[in-house]
Structures are given as C-alpha cells and as structure tokens.
C-alpha cells in the first residue's frame, strides 16, 4: 500500500511539474525566440492561412502570423468560453438560433 502511495504521488509531482509557463512570450517575438525562451511546444496547427497555433499543454496557445507571435493566450478554455458567451448574446440580438 506505501509502494503504490509512493508511486502514485510521484506520478502526480512529474506531471504537475511538467507545465510550460508562457508569460515571457511578448507579440512580436519569432518563432525561433520562442523555442529559445521557453522550448518546443507539444503540438504544432497549421491554419492554411499563414497561422500556426503551437499549444503549450492544455491551456495555453501561441498564435503565430508569418512566423511572429501576435497573440498569447494563457488559458485557451476560458477564451473559448467568452467566445461562446459572445456569441449566444449575438445569436439573441439577431435572433439566430
């Protein structure tokens, strides 16, 4: 039983410690300074229209245009969230369903 709590509680420090902190990424940098400062990310999205989206764990987004940053997003649900709630409060204006 100590094994499996020992085990356990280990798993849970290596991933709670494996996070990316975004906050020093500022609009503007390359893709290049971002890998320096802060490493590659763990998934890369190509948008066909010159804009690649590089996710930083769950949460966190680096927007690219042309191979410079124009946006970081540090927590891609509550974005998408307010999004959402935008968008209902539009649909109810206009009366889309």
């Not at 709590?5 to 893709?31: E, H, Q, W």
Request: glycine share 6%; aromatic share 12%; net charge positive.
């Amino acid at each position: 039983m100590d094994k499996l709590f020992v085990v356990i509680m280990s798993l849970f420090l290596f991933f709670s410690c494996n996070t990316y902190d975004v906050a020093p990424i500022k609009r503007g940098y390359s893709s290049h300074t971002v890998i320096e400062k802060i490493g590659e990310p763990k998934l890369k999205r190509n948008m066909d229209t010159g804009v690649d989206w590089w996710y930083y764990g769950k949460r966190q987004v680096v927007v690219f245009e042309n191979d410079t940053v124009t946006r970081v997003i540090h927590n891609i649900k509550s974005e998408l969230d307010s999004l959402n709630s935008v968008q209902k409060r539009k649909s109810a204006i206009i009366g889309d369903k």
